[in-house]
């Protein structure tokens, strides 16, 4: 029983630290803090499968994350129908082509007996493969990205709703995972670590220089929103009223009631993902996998098939990090891929999972809401902190030298936080049972 | 067809600068093999080691030149150089001392070390941007070039320039000093011997009576002096940022395990391959191919493969192929 109250009083702590920010701050810091822990929280119970359930070591999270925003542009974003008549087709039809030949190629490398020969023929085919997939590519790409460059010059979304963009973000991430798995499963768990690691940084490079895709480091701006527009929501003679009844002005309201319908939505989505999660912990599949994480030879032993169950669950995590990506290019409203940093989107992350407490689906929650408290406040802490200690210096280069070096105090925490963790806490927060 | 003046445009944008960023790579490839053959794990903040160390070169390079000391024509920070070691080698011993050292005892898992070295890297990342700044800061001086264009064409006589840069000669130099340095410290010392058997084998080094501790020390201090010299001459080189030598660690881990993790030898292969690899794939060859053509023709693109942005793609869709084919790295690494 008091495991549980323990529990409940780190959870208590949390929630009070977001609410002591709305006093002592605002009510709009302190939701934008907790819409980004909610995704955050995901993001961690996507790890947390991988590592926690399985001890599969993916640093690639980043990658997924934003291959999740890349979706959200991709369903929510309105259509052009010129660049599909230019060359959208062309493009997926060069795409298709580049993926026959390598398809090809597997075959050929099966399918033929080892030696010169299968070398030679085997190069061939890429080369002339190469040679005709660019001859099909280059012209179809500079005609999408001519049309309207300003403002477009990509081949657009399918304008649906953004809501659906987040499922889509996961089955993206969950097929890029399924290709990566494929291949680099197989591998050690360090070379797994560099194999995601690089496949992460790839993934961003294609979409800063794709244009076509979605306008690479031109970004995506204006992305539509589940939830109403702040300026609606003032002009609205209804709205206007009932904030002026709560006494507070309708501009403070409607961005607190933009902020809150969101933090509702991606609630939802934690407790539905959270629960499964749960559920999974504690079947026999769930049970399987821990088998193996603990175990593999004697887990392949009882008949498990071992790179098969590593490769379901590689999947499994990247989607829910691939569906907490899309959620999070949604709130944003814009699709950034210049912004993607790992030290942010995948080391952080695994900061949550190891401080919350691996194996453990309610650790990784924490861990979520905790170090993303930690990644906002401690700039303002250090800041502060710094304001004091120079305090009583004349003002000069070493003054702003010092204050300026606030900004890097969240990326020392996070690190003091890790080591401490592991060093006398290894199993994090709320251990695994 | 005009051979020469297609072997010369190649030299100048293709051997000169990859043969340079080869040279770093391998030498920082070397510190990371050397700490996975000693200590066993993968070391994540092995590009901000570069970072730290570099940046003391860096300020102490600043300090020089306002006190008026240069070296003439080659780089101050050359002169530097001994004092960015020292202060790297103290932060990686502490650093040992307050973190690795408690795991070791408890012969942790690898993947643990990994995690380990994970927070490390934060630690250290903050305290350059701390110190530095997230800035770029470049400081190299001294002679420009060893051969500019201009001067090798008057020298010559011929169309194509070839340019060769104080550092990128300075590169090549120091680090054909610093491996012969090493493989004669590794194979020939009695230290050397020490550290090799005790990366083959811990339990037969441990009971012909090699300190295992001491051995830790002196892997750490060839990797602090290691780290140095690479994070300056790439700085030199092309200049300093910290988050550039943190995204450095995916180009480096991809040397040192093509060649094969844990071999010396290998990381030095590794890092020319990949240096190779990513400056031929993202280079327009149309100038040379219009060399190698009939008279007047010239192609009608750019002829590059890839656009320069992909060069992380390069080195690790190479790491990947040698890894499925050859899951021990060219020349034979360890697999712990």
């Known amino acids: 029983m008091s495991d549980t109250g323990k529990k409940i009083g780190l959870f208590a702590i949390v929630g009070g630290l977001i609410l002591l920010t709305g006093v002592m701050q605002s009510w709009n810091s302190a939701l934008l803090i907790l819409n980004m822990g909610l995704i955050s929280a995901i993001m961690a119970l996507g790890v947390n499968l991988q590592w926690g359930f399985a001890g599969l070591f993916n640093v690639g999270v980043m990658g997924f994350v934003a291959l999740g925003g890349l979706a959200a542009v991709l369903v929510s974003s309105s259509p052009i129908p010129e660049a599909w008549s230019a060359g959208g087709f062309q493009i997926i039809g060069a795409l298709v082509l580049?993926?026959?030949?390598?398809?090809?190629?597997?075959?050929?490398?099966?399918?033929?007996?080892?030696?010169?020969?299968?070398?030679?023929?085997?190069?061939a085919l890429l080369i002339v493969g190469f040679v005709v997939y660019r001859a099909v590519f280059d012209p179809a790409v500079e005609a999408v990205e001519a049309i309207n460059p300003a403002a477009a010059g990509n081949i657009g979304g399918l304008g649906l709703p953004v809501l659906l963009a987040w499922p889509v973000g996961g089955l993206l991430a969950a097929g890029a995972a399924w290709v990566i798995g494929k291949t680099a499963l197989g591998l050690r768990s360090d070379y797994l670590a560099i194999a995601t690691l690089g496949i992460a940084e790839i993934i961003i490079a294609v979409m800063k220089n794709e244009d076509w895709l979605a306008r690479g480091v031109k970004n995506v701006i204006g992305l539509p929103r589940p939830v109403p527009y702040e300026v609606d929501l003032q002009n609205s003679a209804s709205f206007v009223e009932r904030a002026a009844s709560l006494g507070m002005d309708p501009t403070t309201a409607s961005t607190l009631w933009v902020k809150g319908l969101y933090a509702v939505l991606f609630t939802v989505v934690l407790l539905i993902i959270l629960w499964m999660a749960q559920m999974a912990l504690h079947s026999p599949w769930g049970r399987m996998m821990r088998a193996i994480r603990d175990n593999e030879t004697a887990a392949e032993a009882m008949g498990k098939d071992v790179t098969r169950r590593h490769l379901q669950i590689f999947i499994l995590g990247s989607?829910?990090?691939?569906?907490?990506?899309?959620?999070?290019?949604?709130?944003?409203?814009?699709?950034?891929?210049?912004?993607?940093?790992?030290l942010r989107f995948t080391f952080l992350i695994w900061v949550m999972v190891i401080v919350g407490g691996s194996g453990n689906n309610l650790g990784a929650v924490?861990?979520?809401?905790?170090?993303?408290?930690?990644?906002?406040?401690?700039?303002?802490?250090?800041?502060?902190?710094?304001?004091?200690?120079?305090?009583?210096?004349?003002?000069?280069?070493?003054?702003?030298?010092?204050?300026?070096?606030?900004?890097?105090?969240?990326?020392?925490?996070?690190?003091?936080?890790?080591l401490a963790v592991l060093r006398f806490s290894p199993r994090g927060l709320i251990p695994e049972k | 067809m005009d051979l020469l003046h297609a072997f010369l445009t190649l030299a100048n944008f293709v051997l000169v600068p990859a043969i340079a960023y080869g040279s770093q790579l391998a030498i920082g490839a070397l510190g990371v093999t050397l700490i996975y053959g000693i200590l066993r794990f993968s070391n994540f903040a092995h590009g901000d080691t570069m970072a730290f160390g570099t940046m003391v070169v860096v300020l102490v390079t600043w300090w020089f030149q306002s006190m008026g000391i240069h070296l003439g024509p080659l780089p101050t920070a050359l002169l530097a150089l001994p004092v960015g070691i020292a202060a790297c080698a103290a932060l990686v011993l502490v650093t040992d001392r307050a973190v690795y050292r408690f795991y070791r005892a408890q012969k942790a898992k690898p993947v643990i070390l990994v995690i380990v070295s994970m927070g490390v890297m934060f630690i250290m990342n903050s305290l350059v941007r701390f110190i530095i700044g997230p800035d770029e800061q470049r400081f190299a001086d001294g002679e420009r070039f060893i051969l500019s264009a201009r001067d090798f064409k008057a020298m010559t006589g011929l169309d194509e320039g070839l340019t060769i840069k104080t550092t990128q000669g300075i590169t090549v130099i120091t680090a054909v000093v610093v491996v012969a340095a090493l493989f004669w410290f590794l194979n020939k010392t009695r230290t050397g011997k020490s550290m090799r058997a005790y990366s083959d084998n811990e339990d037969l080094a441990l009971l012909s009576g090699i300190n295992p501790e001491r051995v830790v020390v002196i892997t750490w201090l060839i990797v602090a002096a290691l780290a140095t010299v690479a994070g300056t001459l790439y700085g030199l080189d092309k200049s300093f940022k910290p988050f550039t030598y943190f995204q450095l660690l995916l180009p480096i881990f991809a040397s040192a395990i093509v060649g094969g993790l844990g071999n010396p030898l290998g990381a030095i292969a590794g890092g020319f391959v990949i240096a190779f690899s990513e400056v031929t794939v993202t280079y327009a060859w149309k100038k040379v191919l219009a060399y190698l053509g009939p008279e007047g023709w010239s192609p009608d693109g750019l002829v590059q493969l890839l656009s320069t942005d992909y060069k992380f793609a390069v080195s690790f869709a190479i790491l990947l192929v040698v890894l499925l084919f050859k899951p021990t790295g060219l020349f034979k690494g360890k697999s712990v």
């Open chain 1, 366 to 418: 924490l861990g979520g809401f905790l170090i993303w408290f930690l990644w906002v406040q401690v700039e303002p802490m250090g800041l502060w902190v710094m304001q004091t200690i120079t305090s009583g210096m004349s003002d000069g280069p070493l003054k702003n030298h010092l204050l300026d070096s606030a900004a890097h105090m969240r990326l020392l925490t996070m690190g003091v936080v890790l």
């Open chain 1, 319 to 342: 989607a829910v990090c691939g569906i907490a990506g899309a959620m999070m290019t949604t709130l944003d409203g814009q699709l950034t891929p210049g912004t993607y940093n790992p």
């Open chain 1, 98 to 123: 580049g993926l026959a030949v390598i398809v090809a190629a597997a075959v050929l490398y099966k399918k033929m007996p080892k030696g010169i020969a299968r070398t030679l023929a085997l190069l």
